[in-house]
């Protein structure tokens, strides 16, 4: 009925009631979820991710009230684990990237500005034939993204950043469709959103596990690079977060700050404080 990427609009519209929708793929309509991905090095726990976007979701005004400015209700977030990088080389400092042409799709690019890597564009679909003709030598990704697509058979060294798990979006229900629902109704789709989120976080830990173990049976090498060099990294960034807080104003601080004070609530201690920005 529609292309994956057209779910808000189809879900909007009312040709479906419910759907999966990437907000990554729709900035233009719903930027302020995009917060994690201006915002690398902050927690490589997707679970707590989900945790905090549920609540974040339904209780804080400026993220809730954008999902009903499309006519959706967020029931569930969607994330992915850990991005790291999957390359032909292994990396063992900054030094060693530089020149490098990797994989980076959308505003993961961002996280090798001033790195001396160089972005290319692509997909999950494109990563493999990119690095194997030698257009890249590697690729941003995630276990349970990367692993299906048997990218470690042309880059066998993943190297342990820590850019981060990162939402990427919702399970939404249309909201004139949920508004005229009697309050038991609304109370379970509610429920199954909760019940959705723990089964999300359960199935992404379970998979990117069995990928990391399939694909190093299958000769990927994994090495963490090391914490020096990963702050290193985060400190020679520039300042990723302002360009987002000035196109999206008072909204975007206020989501940004409750992401950051959630994070802190948790006892995670993000690498970089991005949301000095916004104090």
Known sequence: MYGFADTRKAVKDGIVDVGMIGTLWEESDLPLQNVTYYTPFATDDHRLIIKIFDDLNQNLPPLRDSWHRQNLVPLSTLVTDSY?????????????????????????????????????????????????????????????GIGPARVHEVAPQLTRIGFGAMAFGAVAVNKRFFDNLPAEVQAAFIEAGRLTSERHGEHVAKTAEEWLDKMQAEGLQIHELPDAEKKRWVDSLPNLVEPWLQAHGEDAKVVLRAYFDKLREHGVEPLRAWDEAAR
């Open 84 to 144: 790291d990088i999957y390359a032909t080389r292994r990396i063992k400092s900054m030094d060693d990237i530089r020149n490098v042409r990797l994989n980076a799709p959308g505003t993961s690019a961002n996280w090798l500005k001033g790195i001396g890597a160089i972005p290319v564009d692509g997909g999950l679909t494109t990563y493999y034939t990119n690095i194997q003709t030698g257009v890249t030598q590697g690729a941003l990704s995630f276990a349970s």
